[in-house]
């Protein structure tokens, strides 16, 4: 397929790194993709590492796998949160199901070690999680992109351009998916901000020890 046909789901949660959120999704949409963020609530502002505030185009609930050719997970800590998200890993688990393209960056190896699609592949991933694709049942390889069949993994930032090189080539070396339209946008989620986003936590409920960062607009 040409870029142009191509769609593809970029997930979103709190903490998320800059560059490997909006990197792709400028890069894609240049290129004439069709390029949706989700997350788990589309009603909510999320805050990355450093406060640069996004929101989703739909929750992760409101569409399929079947209609994406390619799910890209960014790296910072919002796939410790993802993880945790059970429509988000059932999402990660189903595109991979049916072959359609995963890319994982910096700590998105979590999110292949939770959906249980990392045994078995050769994969990449920052450092210091290299320990936790390994027992995931991974190989483990130092190099800026890694690709083993549907799966395209990379290390940091730096592999950026190699990263999305390599989901481009891709995606040409396919057909469009056949599964269902994606719901028209009035305005896609932009990367236009007025206010930063501050992260903070909460528990989960009375006495809970499972924490769950959230993002309040300051300024």
Not at 43 to 52: A, F, I, P, Q, W
Not at 86 to 111: F, K, T, Y
Request: glycine share 6%; hydrophobic share 45%; net charge negative.
């Amino acid at each position: 397929m040409e870029l142009h046909e191509a769609r593809i789901a970029i997930l979103l949660e709190n903490l998320y790194q800059e560059l490997e959120l909006w990197y792709p999704v400028m890069r894609f949409r240049e290129a004439g993709a069709d390029v949706r963020i989700l997350a788990p609530s589309a009603d909510e502002v999320y805050g990355s590492k450093l406060g640069y505030p996004a929101t989703a185009d739909h929750d992760v609930t409101a569409v399929d796998a079947t209609s994406f050719d390619a799910v890209i997970i960014p790296g910072g800590f919002s796939p410790e949160y993802l993880r945790r998200h059970q429509p988000s890993v059932d999402l990660v688990r189903r595109a991979n199901e049916l072959d359609r393209i995963v890319a994982a960056i910096c700590h998105a190896g979590w999110m292949l070690a939770t959906a249980g699609i990392a045994k078995g592949r050769n994969a990449t991933c920052v450092p210091v999680i290299r320990d936790d694709l390994v027992n995931a049942g991974a190989t483990y390889l130092d190099e800026p992109v890694v690709r083993d069949g549907n799966l395209i993994t990379s290390r940091l930032p730096n592999d950026l351009p190699q990263f999305c090189d390599a989901i481009a080539t891709a995606l040409g070396e396919r057909v469009p998916c056949d599964g269902p339209a994606l719901p028209p946008l009035t305005v896609p989620s932009s990367a236009v901000y007025t206010s930063a986003a501050l992260v903070k936590n909460r528990a989960a409920g009375p006495a809970s020890a499972n924490y769950r960062a959230y993002a309040t607009l300051v300024g």
